[in-house]
Structures are given as C-alpha cells and as structure tokens.
C-alpha cells in the first residue's frame, strides 16, 4: 500500500519516490504523509511518527529499545548521564585522529561486488543502507554512484541519516529495494535473525544484500552491543540467501590490536584514565593491523578475525545446517 502524500513532503530527506513505499513499523499497513507527521493509515492503529527537520522517526515503540521522544528537540526522556555520554562521545571522535587499530582490507572490493551484483539489474536501483547515518569503511566509491539511489537510515541522527527506524522493523513496503547494506550493526540489535528477516522482507526477489558483523572484537557502544558471530554463524543467519561470497572482514591483526587496547583499558576506571590508556593502545598498537594485508584471506584468519562479511543473493532455497557446517573453511580442517 502506498503511502498518501500531501503538500511538505518536500522538505523529506527522503526521495517522494521513496514515500510511496513506507509502511508503519508497527503494523505494516500505509502512512499518511504531511508537514511535520507521518500517521499511520489503520484505523486498529493510528500511531503518529513526527518529522525532526525532514527526517522522519519510525519507531515501533512496542519493540524498539528507543522511543519516538527522544528524537524528538525538548523531548528527551532517556539521558540519565548526559554529560557522560557527551564526554564518552567526545573521546570517541578524537580517538578518530588518532592512528587506528583497525583495518577492512576486503571492504573496497566488497563493495565493488555489490555493485556488479547490482547492475544485472537493470535501470536505476534502490539500495537501503541500514545504520547509515555516516559512510561505512569502504564505501566511499559506492555512494557516489549515480546509478543507484541511497536510502540511508540509522538509529541515530548524524550527517546522512534520512530516516531514523530500528532494523527489527523495518518501515516499508515488502519487495522495496534492489539492495541492502548493514555494515556493523547487526551486533548492536538485539535480535539479529528477526533483523534479517526483516531484510529478506523488503528485498526483491534476487536483490542483493551486503553486511559485516565482528566476530573477535570486544564491546563497543556499551549497552547497545550484544552478539558476535562466526563466519559459519553468519552464514546461517543469512541461510535464505545464496552466497556471492563470503569471509573476513578485519583479520587476526586487527583482532589483536582491539585485545591489547581493550586489555589495558580493564586496569583503569576514570574517563580520563581511559583515553590516556587508549592512547597509548593506538599508538604502541596500529602496526599490528598491517599484517592482516597479509592474514585476511588466509584459511586460519576466519578463525581469529576482528569480523566477517557476507555478500548474497536473497533466494527461495534455505541452506540447510548439514550444508551448513560443510561450508567450514577455517584452519582446522
Ligand atoms: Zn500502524
């Protein structure tokens, strides 16, 4: 169902073609659009989603960890250390300066995949970036791309955000987009298989889909991070897709280099204490992911990688956990 548009659809971040393909997080059926509200179109439901300079918040609150207030100026009800995370979120963007720990050597390429994946569609195609609220490692080249028209949401508000929606529900219509990226992110949801599900929901028939999660990497985001897989888990969480290609993401090097930062971190308490120690990691410590040029792709690195990718094609064929565990390629065959 289409969502219905009317006059200030205009100041949307999001394309109008786009509009016509939302749907309510909560129960799926079509928005109506206006200036500053998106109300759903059910009369069972009816819930309001406001507009936050033309980013649209689409929040299922029964589900979702975040409320629809907190995007919302003046509202803001969940901050009870604000000045906590204002320093933490200070810290963390210097550290950006700082020589870093970790490196994505297979993320250009993978990326390039995606879009030769992408154009045996033809015409122009539509790709959701799910967690987009900057570019992701690697994708700089990708987004430049006019040949395909970037959906780029998140969970937080930042320089790209378009919309704000949780990836367990996500607001559109089933069978949307050509493509779907979920770099890093599907460690920080709480149920990763319902977020893929949701995935494969909203793909096309054959669409591609592109996403890495850690696997040896410790707890980053603090309360929002709860999973890590494997590559084998990975492959299974994508079991209704047919692998393009597969493997890691951020080699042992860089895995090693998290360890040591997260390792000195345990022996102090203080903010201040922390950003010294993860100072003194990125410096004694950003050599070590330089080996990963050279462990990446090696059979032991998917035993010991900081993450793994997945590149595929959503299918009507589920790989079953028997093919599943003869897809094991580590280094203990
Ligand atoms: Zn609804």
Redesign the pocket.
């Known amino acids: 169902m289409s969502a219905v548009e009317s006059p200030g659809i205009s100041a949307l971040r999001i394309g109008a073609d786009i509009v016509g393909k939302l749907a ?6 079509s928005l109506v659009v206006s200036a500053d509200v998106m109300e ?3 009369q ?4 309001r989603f406001p507009l936050v300079d033309g980013i649209p918040i689409l929040l299922n609150e029964k589900s979702s960890v975040f409320s629809i207030k907190d995007f919302v100026p003046g509202e803001a009800t969940f901050n009870p250390r604000a000045k906590a995370r204002l320093i933490r979120r200070l810290v963390y963007s210097f550290l950006n300066y700082l020589p870093a720990l970790g490196n994505n050597p297979n993320s250009r390429r993978n990326y390039s995949l995606f879009a030769d994946a992408l154009s045996k569609t033809s015409g122009k195609t539509r790709v959701l970036v799910v967690g987009g609220s900057i570019v992701g490692k690697g994708m700089e080249q990708l987004i430049e791309d006019d040949r395909i028209d970037f959906v780029e949401t998140d969970i937080s508000i930042g320089p790209r955000t378009m919309m704000v929606c949780d990836a367990h529900d996500l607001p559109f219509e089933a069978e949307t987009f050509d493509g779907i990226i979920i770099q890093a992110v599907l460690e920080h949801v709480l149920d990763p298989f319902r977020c893929v599900e949701e995935i494969y929901r909203v793909l096309k028939a054959n669409g591609i889909v592109y996403a890495e999660i850690p696997f040896m990497q410790q707890v980053h985001g603090n309360r929002y991070d709860y999973l890590r897989f494997s590559h084998l888990g990975l492959l299974r969480l994508f079991r209704k897709f047919e692998e393009i290609v597969s493997g890691a993401a951020g080699g042992p090097g860089m895995a090693l280099a998290w360890s040591y930062r997260y390792f000195l971190l345990s022996f102090v308490k203080s903010t201040k204490a922390r950003l010294l120690a993860s100072i003194f990691a990125h410096f004694t410590g950003f050599w070590l992911k330089y080996f990963d040029y050279f462990l990446v792709n090696r059979p032991g690195a998917l035993d010991a990688s900081s993450g793994n990718f997945f590149l595929g094609r959503k299918s009507s064929a589920v790989l079953s956990d028997r093919d599943l565990i003869k897809k094991y390629k580590g280094g203990d065959v």
Do not use: F, G, Y
């Open positions: 309510c997080p909560c129960c799926k059926m759903c179109s059910s069972d439901c009816l819930t």
